[in-house]
C-alpha cells in the first residue's frame, strides 16, 4: 500500500501534466472518471474508491486554501459515486442514481465543450 506522501507526490504530478492548479487537476480526475464509467471502461466500484481517495486530498486543501480551491465538478461526480453507495443491492443503488447523474454530467459537459 502507497503512503500518503507518496500519493500526495503522484497528485502534483498529476497537476503538473494536466498544467494547472490542484482543483484543476482533481477536476480532470474527476472528467476522466465521469467519462470512463459512461462509457463502460471503468467499474462503479473503481470510479467510487478512487474519488473516496481523491476527497481527502481536496479536505484537505480546502482547509489550508480556503473555498477557492473546492472543485466543484470533482463534487460533482463524487456525490453521484456516493450516491451509488445508498440503500441495499435490490434498490440497484448506481442504476437508480449514480448512471443517471453521471450521463448528465457528461451530457452538460459535451454540451459546453461545443
Partial sequence: MRSATAVTIEIERWTEVVGTTRRGAYNVMALHLAVGFREGRLAFWFCDAVSNAILGFV?????????????????????????????????????????????EIVERLRDTAG
Fill in 59 to 103: 479536505h484537505e486543501d480546502f482547509i489550508a486554501l480556503g473555498e477557492d480551491s473546492w472543485p466543484e465538478l470533482f463534487n460533482e461526480v463524487y456525490l453521484a459515486f456516493d450516491s451509488g453507495e445508498i440503500g441495499t443491492p435490490e434498490v440497484g443503488s448506481v442504476a437508480v442514481h449514480t448512471r443517471p447523474a453521471i450521463a
